[in-house]
């Protein structure tokens, strides 16, 4: 029988060496996987869950959202695969946006952990696949055009692949080394994980978690319940509008319009989004589970920054949105892009909360949404490859300090070193620097985005696929606080690239891609003078009769 653990501090050891599992188990799969996505962009994430598939502990780098997920997705796999089926050296694989993280090119994988013959554990991990086939497009209109969807299925049974799935797969994508190895490098993590948790069990003899895991579940409840009890009760709303689709490819009519209602009552929250814009026939659909996850994350790190999460951090939370809305569409709605309506979460909740928490929110982040850009093609020899650029925009400023200039949020992607990406492919990145005056003026600025240049060296063209926003929508400043700069893609002929599109970049051509920068906080008039001369000395700021940040990208 399990014993609880009276120690705190011995309750904080046997935590942290979980979370160092999943670390560990991180860091082969950073290792091992083939696709710089995983290797230099670190779009994944790694979790040890109890019997229940509710996680204990998650790794501390990967994308924190994806974490906050897992463990409904594991209740759903489990409903598929109950957990008197499983074997050891099973992993079920999906990449069904409704019961994962929200589009196809993510794949969850999900393996048994047993000790002394029965099961009391499960690890998880999501890594973003290379390729999964289908078209790379704006213009889907349907879920099926996107690629491949995979339902629960097992890939492994008993340690041995299962080989009509694994054939069944890589028919379907391009790159199938690629993608074979990224899912071998998810099971060497899942690997690791399963070592660890027995050894933990064995040093500590204990049969199961399921006492720690009650505990670790209670500490970080009752951790998150105390910052929502800081909160006034009330109903606070915000409304946040962005570019959506709104005449990409001559289609007109359909920007993305998000109504948040964030309801505080004693220790419990919910947040709604009624009134947001209905689904619509393209990409920009952002499933219930992937809305909840970049909704229960960022007011996490607003209410609670200190306490390690796990599946207990977000039971105080409901996420609801009606049926049919951008924010919760119906199957086969295309979800590819499900990250430019999902980032824009945060924005909604910051500013909903602003007047109630004004020394806590940020402005919003030009990040938010993410602008991705995806080249592929093949070298001169004719060798195909395919990259996606995780590059990062200027966050949005906070009352005391100014926004961090190209960095991620609200997702924990980074851009990976330019050595690895022209490695991965034959493209030349000419330069990549901060851009000068993209941060919202304000009593304290708003983060730089950045400026990168890529060329095409090949004697072919190169596919440029954008995934954009914040083309005609800049990121907002709060209290009296100016807009940052809004996101552009100009090829070196001068014509502008719409940032939901598909082009081709010629041989010998160049383009330059301006992320956008991050929101201010206070009127610009306050900042003092000190600052002022700092920013114009750094080139953070663009003089007084200087150049604009698109005069001077151009």
């Known amino acids: 029988m399990t014993r609880p653990v009276t120690d705190p501090v011995g309750l904080e050891v046997r935590w942290d060496r979980l979370a160092a599992a999943t670390d560990e188990a991180a860091s082969t799969m950073l290792r091992t996987a083939f696709s710089t996505i995983i290797r230099e962009s670190n779009d994944y994430t790694v979790v040890l869950m109890d019997r229940a598939g509710r996680t204990m502990a998650e790794s501390r780098a990967g994308i924190p959202a994806f974490a906050a997920l897992m463990s409904s997705l594991t209740a759903l796999v489990l409903e598929r695969f109950p957990a008197d089926e499983w074997q050891d050296g099973d992993s079920v694989i999906t990449n069904d946006p409704w019961i994962a993280t929200g589009h196809l090119p993510d794949i969850a994988m999900i393996s048994p952990v047993f000790h002394s013959g029965r099961l009391v554990a499960f690890s998880g991990t999501v890594a973003h696949s290379p390729d999964i086939g289908g078209t790379p497009s704006m213009s889907a209109t349907e879920l099926l055009s996107e690629g491949i969807l995979i339902p629960p299925l097992r890939l492994f049974r008993a340690g041995r692949v299962e080989q009509g799935v694994r054939d069944l797969l890589l028919a379907n994508v391009r790159l199938a080394d690629q993608v074979w190895g990224d899912l071998e490098a998810q099971a060497a993590a899942h690997a690791v994980c399963r070592r660890r948790a027995q050894e933990f069990l064995t040093d500590f003899r204990e049969p199961d978690f399921e006492a720690f895991a009650a505990q670790v579940h209670a500490v970080t409840d009752a951790s998150m319940r105390a910052g929502v009890r800081d909160l006034p009760d009330g109903v606070y709303r915000a409304a946040v509008d962005a570019d959506g689709v709104d005449g990409v490819d001559g289609v007109d009519g359909h920007p993305t319009h998000i109504e948040c209602a964030v309801t505080v009552s004693g220790e419990d929250v919910e947040i709604d989004y009624t009134g947001s814009s209905p689904q619509v026939p393209f990409a920009t659909n952002s ?59 945060s924005c909604a909740l910051y500013q909903a909360l602003a007047p109630v928490l004004p020394d806590r929110v940020i402005a919003d982040s030009g990040g938010a949404p993410a602008l991705r850009v995806r080249f592929a093609g093949g070298d001169d020899s004719g060798r195909p490859f395919s990259l996606m650029v995780f590059a990062n925009a ?116 160049s383009v330059v891609i301006s992320f956008a920068g991050g929101g201010g906080f206070g009127p610009a008039e306050e900042r003092e003078p000190e600052l002022v001369i700092a920013d114009e000395v750094a080139g953070y700021t663009v003089p007084a009769g200087g150049n604009t940040c698109e005069e001077a990208d151009r």
């Open 287 to 345: 499933t219930l589970n992937y809305t909840r996850a970049y909704s229960v994350y960022p007011l996490k790190i607003l209410l609670d920054p200190s306490t390690r999460t796990n599946w207990g951090s977000y039971r105080s939370i409901r996420v609801t949105a009606p049926e049919g809305t951008i924010v919760n569409p119906g199957f086969p709605a295309p979800v590819v892009a499900r990250h430019l309506t999902g980032h824009l979460l």
């Open 394 to 509: 200027g966050m949005g400023a906070s009352k005391e300090t100014d926004g961090l200039s190209a960095t991620a949020f609200p997702t924990n992607s980074g851009g990976g070193g330019i050595e690895a990406l022209e490695a991965a492919s034959p493209l030349h990145f000419l330069r990549k620097e901060l851009r000068a005056g993209s941060g919202g003026r304000g009593r304290r600025r708003g983060g730089l985005g950045q400026t990168i240049e890529v060329r095409n060296p090949t004697s072919r063209p190169v596919q440029m696929v954008l995934l954009g926003d914040r083309e005609r929508h800049p990121a907002l400043g709060l209290a009296g606080g100016e807009p940052g700069a809004t996101a552009q893609v100009v090829l070196d002929s001068g014509d502008r690239v719409p940032l939901k599109s598909i082009s081709k970049l010629a041989p010998g051509a």
